[in-house]
């Protein structure tokens, strides 16, 4: 098994950016990056010297810039991160778009994978599970914007123990 591709948190970013971008276009240019992310083409310039010399990307000045196959699996485990968490921001912890987005951007490059893993698997057992899916989810968003609960706990508990005792 191929060991796993080490790259700063700057370079992820440059690696998820011309994902989506050749996503969209099929191909990308340094200026597509350099307006995705808001940065002077100098910095574009050295961060894809650098992903070409890792082997993830095929770059030559003034030419298109596409991904080898090793660059795909390393952005799209990026990718693969970034919704995960955008998604167990807004979805489990009622967060704002924005805000999630943001979140995401910035913890992506910090959590180990097994974190993302756990908060993915904890969003599909919050689906699937009699004693929350998605009115626990609605109930504790709820809970953050009102700083209160919308009824009676005991009540809603029994209910859907009561719930899951007829169905299972």
């Excluded at 060991?3 to 970013?13: G, I, N, W, Y």
């Excluded at 979140?103 to 599909?124: L, N, Y």
Aim: aromatic share 6%; glycine share 8%.
């Amino acid at each position: 098994m191929e060991e796993k591709q080490q790259l700063s948190a700057s370079l992820e970013d440059y690696i998820e950016a011309i994902y989506h971008i050749i996503d969209e276009k099929q191909v990308a240019r340094g200026k597509d990056i350099s307006a995705r992310l808001g940065v002077s083409g100098a910095s574009v310039t050295e961060a894809l010297r650098s992903l070409s010399r890792k082997g993830l990307i095929n770059y030559a000045p003034y030419e298109v810039i596409t991904m080898t196959d090793r660059g795909r699996v390393v952005a799209e485990d990026v990718v693969r991160r970034h919704r995960a968490l955008k998604r167990f921001f807004i979805e489990v912890l009622a967060i704002d778009e924005p805000l999630a987005e943001e979140g995401a951007c910035r913890i992506e490059h910090t959590a180990p994978p097994e974190i993302i893993a756990r908060m993915v698997h904890f969003i599909k057992f919050l689906e699937i599970c009699p004693r929350g899916g998605d009115e626990l989810i609605r109930g504790f968003s709820d809970f953050c914007k009102k700083g209160g609960t919308a009824g009676n706990c005991r009540q809603c508990v029994s209910r859907c123990m009561d719930g899951r005792d007829s169905n299972g």
